[in-house]
Nanobody, 125 residues
Framework: VQLQASGGGSVQPGGSLRLSCAVS????????IAWFRQAPGKEREGVSC????????YYADSVKGRFTISRGNAKNTVTLQMNSLKPEDTAVYYC???????????????????WGKGALVTVSS
């Protein structure tokens, strides 16, 4: 199982970026894929989660109304559209998936068996 994140970069506050995560070797249709982030000196934070089986979406309070997670156009991909970016969104973003994820605790990484390499997002003026 491999996860490949792409789309990171640098943007000014208020700008937008789109992250994509491509999953191979794993049938996403019945599971979920989530985005996490970790800023320097801070703990990992669950950002958003997409349930492929029913289309349910979950967001951290810190990104609600600004970030949108959705199924990508390509099979087994998920995108994270990030708008109105703030300096505090600066972090390395990781996508993850797994067999036994939980809607109540996805943000803790529970059930996320597979992780991709991170994509750096920098928001700075």
């Amino acid at each position: 199982v491999q996860l490949q994140a792409s789309g990171g970069g640098s943007v000014q506050p208020g700008g937008s970026l789109r992250l994509s995560c491509a999953v191979s070797g794993f049938a996403l249709d019945f599971y979920a894929i989530a985005w996490f982030r970790q800023a320097p000196g801070k703990e990992r934070e669950g950002v958003s989660c997409f349930s492929a089986s029913d289309g349910a979406t979950y967001y951290a309070d810190s990104v609600k109304g600004r970030f949108t997670i959705s199924r990508g156009n390509a099979k087994n991909t998920v995108t994270l559209q990030m708008n109105s970016l703030k300096p505090e969104d600066t972090a390395v973003y990781y996508c993850a998936t797994g067999y036994n994820w939980y809607a109540s605790s996805w943000y803790l990484g529970d059930g996320m068996d597979f992780w991709g390499k991170g994509a750096l997002v920098t928001v700075s003026s």
